[in-house]
């Protein structure tokens, strides 16, 4: 079972960038993006729970940022608009079986990617 994500770089304050997340191997339950930046601590972004069909979001990044799927590539990805400052992180892919009251949990979360850099410039 494998995650690997990409699309990270160096954007402005207000711009858009597209993260990948290609998987592999066997199905989890739910698909999710964390993130971390310096000094801080793990954060969740967005969920994707087979479950229910539903798709879940981290307040920071309601309205801005969107998770989608495409099935028949096993492939997920994150679509951030209005980038600040505040979203320049390591952002990562992971699955896992979490239940819904512990989607948002990163220890919930037993497969990680390497993360991929997002840095936005003022």
């Known amino acids: 079972v494998q995650l690997q994500a990409s699309g990270g770089g160096l954007v402005q304050v207000g711009e858009s960038l597209r993260l990948t997340c290609a998987t592999s191997g066997r199905t989890f339950r739910s698909y999710a993006w964390f993130r971390q930046a310096p000094g801080k601590e793990r954060e969740f972004v967005a969920a994707f729970n087979y479950g229910n069909n539903r798709i879940y979001y981290g307040d920071s990044v309601k309205g801005r940022f969107t998770l989608s799927r495409d099935s028949t590539k096993n492939t997920y990805y994150l679509e951030m608009n209005s980038l600040k400052p505040d979203d320049t992180a390591v952002y990562y892919c992971?699955?896992?079986?979490?239940?819904?009251?512990?989607?948002?949990?990163?220890?919930?979360?037993?497969?990680w990617g390497r993360g991929t850099l997002v840095t936005v410039s003022s």
């Open positions: 992971v699955a896992g079986n979490p239940i819904l009251s512990y989607l948002s949990a990163s220890e919930a979360y037993r497969l």
